[in-house]
């Protein structure tokens, strides 16, 4: 499998983020025969719940389907490449959203979708997130998707390699502090599951308000394709850029021999929550939304009153 | 608060194996430890697997009890085998307190090829220094233990280990790997032979704090668990973000890890 992983850089103008797109994907597939196209979670640029972003509502999401979408559908099927929308913030037309991700084949139908499962941030309070975890059947066998914060579940991961899926796609976003150790927990989880990680991220930063203080979240980007030995190929941190990798299945190796291992009845502990979770983070995140006060507790003593967000 | 890692070579029996571990943790290990772990199979000479002679047993355990209360330090005593009445082996791993009491015991199974098998208990000790995992063999390896371990609330690992996969690389950058996952701090013990490939070493989730890489003897590596606790409490703020992992889970989506797959 020949595949494409787009780096995209948000930019103020959705539109302009769109046009990059098509243009990535044509780009690329004009190159030479690819197979698939991965974008990163949230192609379009930040999704209208993210601090300080409200004006994009109705800008970066979408209903599926809709005119967005057929933009995508008709390039995959001029290009007769395989599509994989990162994911798009769906407007479910009923005041809730998803984050989505879509897999459209050659033919430009729909042939996948995976709802994030596990919501970050604001999306626990106006997201709906998917009630099951499956592995999607391609020409290229069965693949998984772990749409952004759903790889930092090492459940899901497994969940999908014990599902017969040898290629895990995972369209995220490498906040800045997390680059390093994002780079090495995607080598990780390709290894133990002994499965291919496809990681398509994004780079830029989201500036905005929120109450008196200004937020500024960098994306490092860092895209990169990992298999069961390690990294096959990795974007920079600071530019739009377009990795172009050949991948196969992986040989049986470690990852295989520790699943032959395991003990599934042993394991019943994983069906309860964390012993420490002992607050309702939803709650301070709706009360935060609707300008109750909220995300204070927790924060970093370095943090002043009037900056937050990530390092760069 | 410290912690001590040992990784040494097997030598040409298993009484100098043991005479060569235990004189160096004599020498090396201070009182500043608050913990001392030494690897999977440790006092052997590296060939196939056996059970260690009884009399060099008790005296290894012996010193490594004297160890833990000289030092007023935890002992994780690595592994050895036993036999267990009807003839099996097993792999055995004893945490010893600074009182030089066991206050957790892990025993897996000697597989047909000599390796150590898995198994379905997984202890989490409370301790001055914070809660820790006790993990022997491939379990570490699982996913599932190490992740049971952390959801109970263990903050540190402590793993009586081997790198002995074919993808041994993969295998050292997974010793962060895991710790980040996680949330935890990882202290994996290896030793070095034919098959093992050393890579003792102490992680937390941003980074190997001390690594032994291929190198005999004793690595010591700095212990905070406010640090960890600090890592795991939630910010709202995507200023941190490791918290995530073990907070936001949806149990009702894992059912499927319970089961058996074929």
Redesign the interface.
Same mark, same amino acid.
């Not at chain 1, 499962?117 to 941030?121: E, S």
């Not at chain 1, 291992?261 to 979770?277: E, F, I, S």
């Not at chain 1, 937050?308 to 390092?311: K, L, P």
């Given at each position: 499998m020949r595949v494409a992983v787009v780096q995209t850089q948000w930019v103020d103008d959705p539109e302009d983020g769109l046009r990059n797109a098509y243009q990535a994907i044509e780009d690329v597939c004009g190159a030479g025969d690819i197979d698939l196209v991965c974008f990163p979670e949230f192609l379009l640029g930040p999704p209208w719940y993210m601090p300080g972003q409200d004006g994009l509502k109705g800008r970066t999401d979408t209903p599926i389907p809709g005119p967005i979408v057929d933009g995508f559908q008709s390039l995959a099927r001029k290009l007769n490449t395989h599509i994989l929308l990162g994911s798009l913030v769906e407007d479910m037309q009923d005041g809730m959203y998803r984050n989505t991700s879509l897999l459209i084949g050659r033919q430009g139908v729909i042939t996948g979708r995976a709802v994030k499962?596990?919501?970050?941030?604001n999306e626990m309070v106006v997201c709906r997130?998917t009630?099951?975890?499956g592995v999607l059947s391609t020409e290229f066998g069965q693949i998984g998707i772990a749409v952004c914060?759903d790889f930092? $579940?090492?459940?899901v991961v497994?969940?999908l390699a014990?599902?017969g899926a040898r290629t895990v796609f995972v369209p995220g976003g490498t906040?800045g502090?997390?680059q390093?150790?994002m780079v090495?927990?995607l !080598? /990780?989880?390709a290894?133990?599951?002994d499965v291919n990680i496809v990681y398509a991220s994004s780079v830029g930063v989201v500036r905005g308000k929120r109450g008196d203080r200004l937020?500024e $979240?960098h994306f490092a980007g860092t895209s990169l394709v990992a298999s069961?030995?390690?990294v096959l190929a990795q974007a920079g941190s600071d530019e739009p850029e377009t990795l172009v990798v050949d991948i196969d299945e992986p040989a049986d190796?470690?990852g295989r021999?520790?699943q032959q291992?395991?003990?599934?009845?042993?394991?019943?502990?994983?069906? /309860?929550?964390?012993?420490?979770?002992d607050?309702d983070?939803a709650g301070?995140?709706r009360a935060?939304l609707t300008g109750g006060g909220?995300?204070d507790r927790?924060?970093?003593a370095a943090?002043t009153s009037t900056h937050?967000? /990530? !390092?760069s | 608060m410290t912690i001590f890692v040992a990784q040494h070579a097997r030598r040409a029996t298993p009484e100098a194996t043991a005479s060569a571990v235990l004189d160096d943790l004599d020498s090396r290990v201070t009182d500043e430890a608050s913990f001392l772990v030494l690897p999977e199979n440790v006092f052997t000479n590296g060939g196939d697997v056996q059970e260690l002679p009884r009399r060099l047993r008790e005296e290894c355990l012996d010193r490594l009890t004297a160890l833990a209360r000289t030092r007023g330090t935890y002992v994780l005593t690595g592994s050895w085998t036993e036999t267990r009445p009807g003839g099996g082996l097993v792999q055995v791993t004893r945490l010893l307190d600074p009182g030089g009491s066991e206050c957790a015991r892990v025993e897996r199974p000697v597989l047909p090829d000599g390796t150590t098998g898995t198994g379905d208990d997984f202890p989490v000790v409370e301790t001055p220094f914070g809660r820790v995992g006790v993990l022997l063999g491939p379990d570490f390896w699982l996913v599932e233990p190490p992740r049971i371990e952390c959801l109970a609330g263990a903050e540190l690992l402590l793993v009586a280990g081997s790198l002995d996969g074919r993808q041994q690389a993969s295998q050292r950058a997974a010793v962060w790997g895991i710790a980040t996952l996680n949330t935890v701090a990882v202290v994996f013990a290896g030793s070095l032979s034919e098959r093992c490939g050393g890579g003792s070493a102490v992680a937390v989730p941003e980074g190997f704090v001390a690594e032994a890489g291929t190198d005999e003897g004793v690595i010591e590596a700095p212990w905070d668990v406010e640090r960890i606790r600090h890592l795991r409490e939630p910010d709202l703020r995507f200023q941190q973000t490791l918290w995530f992992g073990l907070w936001a889970r949806r149990t009702e989506l894992y059912t499927d890890l319970t089961a058996q797959v074929s």
């Open positions: 499962a596990h919501p970050f941030g997130q009630d099951a975890l914060s930092w $579940i090492p459940e497994r969940l014990l599902a906040l502090q997390n390093p150790l090495n927990a !080598r /990780t989880a290894y133990l599951n937020v $979240i069961p030995d390690g190796g470690d021999r520790w291992l395991r003990r599934p009845d042993a394991y019943r502990a994983l069906l /309860t929550p964390y012993a420490g979770a607050r983070l301070e995140l935060s909220g995300p927790g924060r970093p943090a937050e967000g /990530t !390092r | -």
